[in-house]
């Protein structure tokens, strides 16, 4: 595959941490797409001063900057045979919506992670502009743990997982693809069969919300002193992680029924949470001898605290508008919630998590168990976008 040219779109942990990443093996053009002045003024100051960002991995470190910064999505998609996305799923659409016009013919886009119902969202608007050359990918999760310690400056790489999933749409050619992303990134990127898979297999849905849950439930009003913010992967305990498996077994009881209904549908790389950690995190983890300790020991997340807000006593209080809910709920667990209704599976700890979670969230995605909540029009289901039947999805 020959890639000239790859335009990054967004700002965030992910971005910093791959430009100097493709810097040591891509050596055509890389820019960038902002939407936002603060992060374009800073980026377009790292260039006037001919200054890269600073990657640091252990004890390695590495450098890179983009060529082009534009908050124009003409001028940062002109002649990009590659568009990632690593972003918020959130932000897709809205993103999504301003480079389609500008993407060349038979380009490729990709989200990194892609989370729950992204084939729905993004093939509807490549539809309705008429771009249904354009191919579309989906990464089951981000290839590294990364911290932003100075924007526009300097990231830190806490950890890489030793496999990620990819799957692309239309499939033909995902061999090359998945190829000349692990070249690029230094991390086996592995084809995964279609892209219902990417949103059963989406672990962020499990982990994030179900971490959340663990924590704050019966605490949700506490005030925490900036010494007590609990430990996020590493505060899960015994009976987090049963909640965690719980939830991963509800999805495997999803994918069962589907293989049972469908034969030939291939979801085989839908794992349960402790094997994907285990898989993921081989190198990283020292005790993987049950889900708890595959958490506490795995060094990739060490130092990672639970999303705080500051008040204005001093005090810290639970996050509940982090990414770890407003993107894994309505683009993860409600997604995974709208499959197992086609399929007609019950979910009973991922319904008792999206109750509780939502109602933290003021919003309300669920009534009596039915999607018919009055913020569902903004979760990203197959029933949004006219997938009405488990057999359109198996069809897609």
């Avoid at 309505?330 to 979910?347: E, R, S």
């Amino acid at each position: 595959m020959n890639i000239k040219t790859i335009t990054i779109c967004g700002g965030g942990n992910a971005t910093h941490a791959i430009i100097p990443i493709l810097r040591k093996h891509f050596h055509g053009s890389i820019r960038l797409f902002l939407s936002f002045k603060n992060e374009l003024d800073q980026f377009n100051h790292l260039m006037t001063s001919n200054r890269d960002i600073k990657a640091i991995y252990g004890s390695e470190t590495f450098f890179g900057s983009p060529d082009i910064v534009s908050d124009n999505p003409e001028e940062a998609c002109l002649y990009s045979d590659l568009i990632l996305l690593p972003l918020p799923a959130f932000a897709h659409e809205s993103v999504l919506k301003k480079i389609t016009p500008f993407v060349i013919e038979n380009g490729i886009i990709g989200a990194i992670p892609a989370r729950g119902g992204f084939e729905f969202s993004s093939l509807s608007i490549l539809k309705e502009n008429e771009r249904e050359d354009i191919a579309i990918f989906g990464m089951q999760t981000l290839p590294w743990a990364c911290r932003i310690k100075e924007y526009a400056r300097q990231v830190e790489i806490l950890g890489e997982k030793k496999s990620v999933g990819l799957s692309l749409f239309p499939h033909e050619g995902i061999s090359h693809i998945s190829e000349t992303l692990s070249n690029y990134f230094s991390v086996n990127i592995e084809p995964l069969p279609n892209m219902l898979t990417l949103s059963l297999a989406n672990i962020g849905q499990i982990v994030h919300p179900g971490i959340m849950y663990g924590l704050f439930k019966g605490n949700e009003h506490r005030k925490y002193e900036k010494e007590e913010i609990p430990l996020f992967y590493h505060g899960v305990t015994g009976d987090i992680a049963e909640i965690l498996e719980q939830m991963s077994n509800d999805i495997l009881t999803i994918t069962r029924e589907i293989q049972k209904r469908f034969k030939k549908v291939d979801l085989t790389k839908v794992l349960g949470l402790k094997d994907w950690l285990i898989l993921s995190y081989k190198n990283s983890i020292e005790d993987s001898r049950t889900l708890e300790t595959s958490f506490l020991t795995n060094n990739a997340y060490r130092g990672l605290f639970a999303p705080m807000k500051k008040l204005d006593n001093g005090y810290y209080s639970p996050d509940f508008k982090s990414r770890y809910l407003t993107e894994d709920v309505p683009f993860g667990l409600i997604v995974t919630k709208a499959i197992a209704m086609l399929a007609q599976v019950d979910t009973p700890t991922i319904d008792e998590v999206i109750k509780t979670v939502s109602g933290w969230m003021e919003k309300e995605y669920l009534v009596n168990g039915d999607l018919k909540g009055r913020d569902i029009s903004e979760a990203r289901i197959p029933q949004n976008y006219s997938f009405n039947k488990l057999e359109q999805i198996i069809k897609l």
